[in-house]
């Protein structure tokens, strides 16, 4: 696919409206494009990212038109996961004497992922210039935006910033650029559905991210999903969204969520017992009991994350602990989650193995385990209620 959007870009990127699961663990219910881009210059010729590897024949045609058949010099990656990367071994194949110009993280990755120990690799700093004759690359340093690698990169001559996954979403309609949405809402679903699964852990860094950008007055912002920004269609927008999703929030009282899973009730229980016992302790608290299994579990996960501690509940079946509980654990934001509060506890008929392995699981993304639990068999006794609502309240006020 191949699109001219200022005199010297053209879209060589490819979409996939037919997509449904990005990176295993994304929906993408409206598809996705994966967007790259040519940048003409009088003496020199880039490429910003690339594709994934399924679509590479379908690159190589826009990339040859958007170039006139003449060969590129560089290939830009302003970040290197193979959803961008995975067709590079093949483009170094066809245009062996390629420069790839990446931050000093992004050469690591790279290399790993091309296996070609000839090929030619730059580094570039925040700040660096590469010259393409009368157009100019520059780059800027982004890291954790959102791997380690990432990197954006500045067009002064067309005010256009290359910013890959940034404020991008996972979004697709033939139109490329923002102006031609159809289905508006679906594409600010999206985006925010983008940023929850991308950006939401990386918050400090998306802040760093748009202060670094504010002063470019860029008209386009150049996406490697989605619709292309422009400044007289969403990027305001877009960019006004991530400033207030990423901001740090000014909290009065503590949120200490208490997810649970209970097959016959027992679990249950125990769960509104530590919730009083929280609430003695802190009443100012926003303490509520979450079944897992009557919630939609990307909220749960948003409370589990943003919380300033929790409380797991789960029964013990076949010497385990629940799906439900295993697929919020799965959701864990592993970056954040160091030191974190989480209190165990629930009800079993044998031998009780849930809270153990729940614990296991929490220590391996050095959450803070209390001390205490509490286990009861089977239907819990007053005594089991009593010291389930004790661990509500000793662990609420063993809070920092
Ligand atoms: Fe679109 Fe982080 O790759």
Not at 340 to 351: D, E, K, N, T
Request: proline share 5%; hydrophobic share 40%; aromatic share 12%.
């Amino acid at each position: 696919m191949f699109k001219q959007l200022t005199d010297s870009v053209f879209y060589t990127g490819v979409l996939n409206p037919a997509l449904r699961v990005f990176d295993v663990i994304m929906r993408t219910e409206y598809g996705t494009s994966y967007n790259a881009y040519a940048v003409r210059g009088s003496e020199k010729n880039a490429l910003i990212e690339a594709v994934h590897r399924s679509f590479f024949a379908g690159y190589l045609e826009s990339i040859t038109e958007a170039l006139g058949g003449a060969r590129p010099d560089y290939l830009i990656l302003n970040h290197c996961e193979p959803d961008h990367t995975g067709c590079v071994d093949k483009l170094l194949e066809r245009f062996p004497d390629l420069t790839i110009v990446v931050s000093q993280a992004g050469s690591i990755y790279i290399k790993q992922i091309i296996n070609r120990p000839g090929a030619r690799i730059r580094v570039v700093k925040d700040g660096e210039r590469i010259s393409l004759g009368d157009k100019t690359l520059q780059f800027i340093s982004a890291p954790f935006l959102h791997w380690p690698d990432s990197m954006f990169t500045w067009l002064p001559e067309e005010q256009t910033l290359f910013t890959c996954d940034f404020l991008g979403a996972h979004f697709c309609e033939p139109m490329l650029v923002d102006t031609g949405v159809v289905y508006e809402d679906q594409y600010w679903e999206a985006v925010r559905y983008y940023y929850d699964c991308i950006f939401r852990p990386f918050g400090t860094y998306v802040q760093n991210g748009l202060e670094k950008t504010a002063g470019l007055d860029a008209r386009f912002v150049c996406t490697s999903h989605g619709p292309v920004l422009t400044k007289n269609g969403m990027l305001h927008r877009v960019r006004e969204r991530y400033a207030a999703w990423s901001a740090p929030e000014k909290r009065t009282h503590k949120r200490i969520p208490v997810f649970y899973c209970s097959a016959y009730g027992n679990t249950g229980r125990l769960a509104e017992a530590v919730v009083r016992g929280v609430q003695k302790a802190l009443p100012g608290a926003e303490c509520e009991a979450f079944n897992l299994i009557e919630h939609d579990l990307d909220d749960l996960a948003a409370r589990m994350n943003e919380s300033d501690a929790f409380l797991i509940g789960s029964p013990t079946i076949n010497r385990d602990a629940v799906a439900p509980v295993w697929q919020l654990l799965a959701r864990i934001e592993a970056v954040n989650i160091q030191k974190r509060p989480v209190a165990l506890f629930g009800s079993y008929g044998w031998s009780g193995e849930a809270l153990p392995h729940i614990a296991e699981r929490l220590n391996s993304v050095k959450a803070k385990l209390y001390e205490h639990q509490v286990k009861a068999v089977l239907v819990p006794t007053e005594d089991d209620i009593n010291a389930a609502e004790n661990l509500g309240e000793t662990f609420a006020r063993s809070l920092p």
